[in-house]
């Protein structure tokens, strides 16, 4: 079956207790239980529930993993995966990675033991040169977050593999529909499923996804031991939001390609970070691992009087943290996505106080263009 219809017809689609077509929540803490032998399959909820497994099932299934693992946030995902390493494991780590992630690798994981070494993920010989005996793992995101640079993911995962490391990967901008890394030879896929997986901005959630089953296997047990589990509730909004994932993805991402023209032609728009444009230096190799651009892309204004006007003035996308949502969302990463990060290290990477993300949604991408034209153009 093909990805749409996998959306639709996964193992998730009907209730096996009655045929329900929307699977119900299972608000429930524990399981009663029929024998002192042996326990049925769910016993407690932090271990197993069926709103959550189908949720589980439905996302290993689209990133063709052998399992996947729902979380309370896409930061409990990472958290949780993180898990996987130990005092003294070293970790090689795309220098642009998502705010929340760089904060929790330096301030807890680095306190905890996990030292990690951040490079700029679009050189591989920088990546290679920066593993060491007690690397254990790449972890990368591309397109990453907020200037949309794009890593080779079968050569870092060629890499890793030489060196017997791990490969993670954030795949939150993508989704399994455009990008699918286990396919290309990484080991773990992460999210943040609070972004386009669910879609609406009303659930905070994150997944984890191993290849293998060993992986999996020590995922779960992280999973239940840590404890850091999605709700049945919003594991039910994600499942109903995940069956349109395939055309809110489509119709997001062909308006992100008219805005990102748009604004690629405004004399007032210094550069425009979009792997759709043909300019954009990482273009060639997002094409050769992705089926399309996606629906988020940042811009640097002119000045930051017009930042400030914009992200004040625009009408049509909130001013908001987030991403991927069905109402288009604009966000400034100085302050919100990569507050956590010092002055100098957002300015070693690039993101600049007149840096603007935009996340495109499902409003008609003429109007979304004349709202923005209203202030910068
Ligand atoms: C939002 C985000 C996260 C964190 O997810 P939460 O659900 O907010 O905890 C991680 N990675 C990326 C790329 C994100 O955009």
């Known amino acids: 079956m ?13 209730d096996p207790a009655t045929g329900a077509l929307s699977l119900p929540v299972y608000q429930t803490s524990t399981f009663a239980q029929k024998s002192v032998d042996r326990f049925g399959k769910y016993d407690y909820a932090r271990s197993g529930n069926p709103t959550r497994e189908a949720l589980e099932e439905a996302i290993a299934d689209l990133e063709g993993g052998s399992q996947a693992f729902a979380f309370g946030s896409g930061m409990a995902a990472i958290s949780s995966t993180l898990m996987l390493f130990a005092p003294g494991d070293h970790l090689v780590v795309c220098e642009d990675v998502y705010g929340g992630a760089f904060r929790v ?22 990546m290679e040169a920066a593993i060491r005996p007690e690397t254990k793992a790449i972890y990368l995101e591309t397109p990453s977050n907020p200037l949309l640079k794009i890593t080779d993911i079968r050569g870092a995962a060629a890499i890793a593999r030489s060196h017997g490391l791990l490969t993670l990967v954030d795949n939150t901008f993508m989704t399994p529909y455009l990008q699918r890394p286990l396919e290309l030879g990484c080991d773990i896929v992460m999210h943040s499923g609070t972004k386009f997986l ?33 709700g049945p509730q919003d594991c039910w909004l994600t499942l109903r ?49 992705a089926d399309g651009p ?31 949502g069905v109402e288009s969302i604009l966000s400034y990463p100085a302050r919100m996505s990569h507050a956590a990060m010092s002055p100098a290290d957002r300015a070693e990477r690039g993101i600049s106080d007149t840096l603007v993300r935009l996340s495109i949604g499902l409003e008609d991408p003429d109007d979304l263009i004349s709202d923005l034209a209203r202030v910068i153009a």
Not at 105 to 126: C, H, N, P, Y
């Open 2 to 14: 093909k990805f749409a219809t996998r959306l639709i017809h996964g193992s998730h689609a009907v």
């Open 198 to 230: 669910n879609g609406h901005s009303d659930v905070v959630c994150g997944f984890a996804v191993a290849k293998d089953e060993q992986l999996a296997h020590r995922l779960g047990f992280i999973q239940n031991a840590f404890g850091a589990i999605l």
């Open 294 to 324: 996606g629906a988020v892309l940042s811009f640097e204004l002119e000045s930051f009087e017009l930042t400030k006007r914009l992200l004040e003035g625009v009408e049509l996308a909130a001013f908001a943290v987030s991403l991927g």
């Open 241 to 289: 939001g995940l069956k349109t994932l395939k055309v809110r993805m489509e119709e997001s991402q062909r308006s992100a390609l008219k805005v990102a023209a748009f604004l690629d032609g405004c004399p007032k728009v210094k550069r425009v970070y979009y792997p759709g444009l043909s300019t954009h230096p990482g273009n060639a190799v997002h094409s050769g691992q």
């Open 105 to 126: 690798l330096t301030k807890l994981f680095g306190q905890w033991g996990l030292s990690v070494t951040f490079v700029d993920a679009t050189r591989l010989e920088a």
